[in-house]
């Protein structure tokens, strides 16, 4: 998973709770990005940072914050969690060092919100 | 709006047969096109990518996905279909305009039995 980790794997909350999901990565990519995909819509692009404190918004942005204090770390924050943003989370980095230049993905992060 | 389509959910092949996952797009220039595999309880995975040059690009695990500009394809291929090939298979379009964003289209899931 190209250097890449998401904590929580899984977590359930509750309606109204605040959830934050972090996104590691190794390698000191410059761009990360944050997703979520759900069945039919594939993935959405909710944030994406092109370097430290430097952030800006996908198309799904409303009701998520996030930050990113250090290179490697990538801070998604749900506010005050609803159940339509249960989903799986996606974070992912683009790796320009190559001509491949494309995007790599973490593993995911599974969020139930009841 | 720029836009991927994958026009099937589902794709049913048998083991040994040669299948095709449809991918057509729609955006202004010259794109970037690419093909993700996905896996249980996994991110999405690079397959291959088009950038420019020769229509047929060979990737990963012995699949091929040949590009159509006036048709706007990039359906993705494999002479002969492995049970261990079954998965969630998503294309994606970076429009030569943002370099820093993927669209993603909605994914096939490919069955094959053996």
């Known amino acids: 998973d190209a250097g890449i980790t998401q904590s929580p794997r899984h977590k359930v909350t509750e309606t109204g709770t605040p959830v934050t999901l972090r996104c590691h990565q190794t390698e000191n990519h410059r761009y990360m990005y944050w997703y979520r995909q759900d069945p039919g819509h594939g993935l959405r692009l909710i944030h994406y940072?092109?370097?430290?404190?430097?952030?800006d918004k996908g198309e799904v942005s409303d009701g998520y914050s996030v930050s990113r204090s250090k290179t490697e770390d990538f801070l998604l924050t749900l506010e005050s969690a609803t159940s339509s943003q249960t989903s799986v989370y996606f974070c992912?980095?683009?790796?320009?060092?190559?001509?491949?230049?494309?995007?790599?993905f973490g593993p995911g992060t599974r969020l139930t919100v009841l | 709006a720029q836009s991927v389509a994958q026009p099937e959910d589902q794709v049913n092949v048998a083991e040994g047969n040669p299948l095709t996952v449809k991918c057509t797009y729609s955006?202004?220039?010259?794109?970037?096109l690419f093909w993700y595999v996905q896996y249980p309880n996994r991110g999405l995975q690079f397959l291959l990518k088009y950038i420019t040059g020769d229509n047929l690009v060979k990737g990963s695990y012995g699949f091929e996905a040949e590009f159509n500009k006036s048709q706007t394809s990039f359906h993705l291929k494999k002479p002969s279909a492995l049970v261990s090939d079954s998965a969630l298979y998503v294309c994606?379009?970076?429009?030569?305009?943002?370099?820093?964003?993927?669209?993603f289209g909605s994914g096939t899931r490919l069955s094959i039995r053996p």
């Open positions: 955006v202004s220039g010259n794109p970037y």
């Open positions: 940072s092109y370097g430290v404190k430097d952030t």
């Open positions: 994606a379009v970076r429009p030569y305009s943002s370099a820093s964003k993927i669209i």
């Open positions: 992912a980095i683009r790796q320009t060092e190559t001509s491949t230049d494309t995007q790599y």
